[in-house]
Each structure stands twice: as C-alpha cells, then as structure tokens.
C-alpha cells in the first residue's frame, strides 16, 4: 500500500520511515515488516556484524552506515538521509500496527494542524501487555513529523527534540507495539548500556555514591508506587528494579569518571615531582 494518491493537482505527501541499528537481526525483520506500506524505509545502521545489514536490504530498505556517537546524532543523521517530506521514526523493538498505519496516512494525506506528533506505544513484556509502570502510554519522543520541522540535541543518550515549529506538538491516538526484551540479559544489557551513556551526562563535581542510591531508590518508586507498577505484578517490579539499577549505575559511573580523572591528575602530579627530585641528583 503506497502512499502515491492525487489530491486534485496536488500529489499526496510521501513518508520514510527510518530505523537506527546496530546487530539487531532477531528484530529488524519484523520491524520493516511492519512498515513495508511506507514510501521509504531507511535503516541507518553502524556497521552491524551479525547480518542485520544483508537482512535489510533482503526486505527492500535502503542502508547506510554512520558511526553512533550518541543518539541524538545518529538520528540527526538518519533524518537528513531521509527523502520524503513526512519522517516515522521507528526503532527495531518497536511494530507499526494496522490502526497506527491508518492513521499516519489520515495525518499526512489532511491538512495536519501540527508538524510534529506524539506516539503512543504499547509494551509486551514477561507475557504480558503491560498496563502501568510508565510503559503505557510510553511516548518516546514526536515519532512522526514534518521533515524541518525538528532536530535533536547531541545527548549520547535520553535526547531531546529540538523543534522548529511554531505549532504544537500533537498526540496519536493509536498505538504501536514495542517488544523491549527478548530475556532478561538483554535487558540487564541496556542497563548497562544506557548508565555508561547517561553518566555522561551527569556533572560529576559533587556527586557521591550517596546520590547514587538516593536517585536509584527514588527511580524505583517513581514505576513501582506513583507509577502504579504493582499493579503490573512481577513485570511492574522488575521494571522498577531495572530502573533502580540503571540510574544507580548511572550516578556511580559518574562518580568512578570523577576519581579517575582525579587519579590521573594525582598520578601525573606525582611523575612530575618525581621527574623534579631526580634532577636535582
């Protein structure tokens, strides 16, 4: 189903939809899947090893490779790649569903009183959808767009969109799916992933491990209690749980870049005065 319809003398606008990856083979084919209606689907992939490139081009997408240096950046580079004047933004984990098609058509073939739209997404997780816990309705960020219209800071992680709109920013109401985990490795891998990113980010001058703890507590009480994740039984604990972890390892990566930076300075202060006893000898 293509998106090539005339509107009087006026040609239907076009959409690409673009997919950032990197070794995502168990996902990526259902992911292009899931969007094969659009006019463009770019997989802007940073030199995958497990077959995830081939595997793309095998589904009829266009593939170009670009270094990740943080997430704002590599979804900077895949929105300039991109060709159409409308952009979906869809990750590997995450399926377009026939309601969300449906209506990304209705937005762009209208005359759309936004250039940007929210997305909500709808999370499957340890055999269930899950209701709470802040995975639903999860907006990752306005996954629908005029291209032009925004940009994203050069965060390495948890980025934000800069618009260029003077419009509001609108809400889909259909959602698409998103399959985070295949087990709980892969979830333990982005924990650790997104703390090395997100540490980053963090300005370490004054941090301690005490922070560390009071922000991961804090984070698992925000899913579990205000979020409602008991609600969601052991997927709404283990939500929260990873939550803990991720930003409890992301305050005390902080605090390791700190005293690393300290050591080194203390080391290379201590091969100086080393340096400046041993000529006076």
């Known amino acids: 189903m293509k998106n090539e319809i005339s509107v009087g003398d006026r040609a239907s606008p076009k959409l690409s939809v673009y997919i950032i990856a990197y070794n995502e083979r168990d996902k990526i084919r259902a992911a292009i899947s899931s969007v094969k ?6 997989v802007v992939d940073s030199w995958s090893t497990d077959g995830t490139t081939e595997i793309a081009l095998e589904m ?3 593939v170009i490779h670009a270094a990740f240096n943080g997430y704002g950046d590599i979804r900077n580079k895949a929105i300039a790649e991109c060709k159409y004047s409308w952009i979906f933004s869809l990750d590997c984990d995450e399926r377009c569903t026939k309601d969300s098609r449906d ?6 073939n209208s005359d759309p009183s936004c250039d940007a739209y929210w997305t909500p997404r709808k ?4 055999g269930r959808w899950v209701q709470h816990s802040g995975w639903f309705p999860n907006y990752r960020q306005p996954q629908l767009f005029r291209k032009g219209a925004m940009k994203y800071d050069t965060q390495p992680v948890h980025e934000k969109f800069i618009m260029f709109s003077d419009l509001p920013v609108g809400y889909m109401h259909n959602a698409i799916w998103q399959f985070p985990f ?3 490795s892969q979830l333990l891998d982005k924990a650790n992933r997104y703390s090395s990113l997100g540490a980053l980010k963090v300005n370490s001058h004054n941090v301690t491990m005490w922070d560390a703890l009071w922000h991961g507590l804090w984070a698992f009480t925000k899913h579990y209690v205000l979020k409602l994740g008991i609600l969601d039984g052991w997927a709404g604990f283990v939500i929260a ?8 390892y992301r305050y005390a990566k902080a605090v390791e870049i700190r005293h690393q930076k300290e050591w080194v300075s203390k080391l290379a202060t201590l091969e100086q005065t080393e340096d400046i006893q041993g000529s006076m000898f």
């Open 37 to 42: 209606w659009a006019d463009e689907i770019l």
């Open 60 to 62: 009829g997408a266009r």
């Open 103 to 108: 209506e990304i058509l209705r937005i762009i």
């Open 123 to 126: 999370n499957f997780f340890m």
């Open 182 to 184: 295949k087990d709980f």
């Open 241 to 248: 749980l990873g939550n803990f972890e991720g930003t409890f």
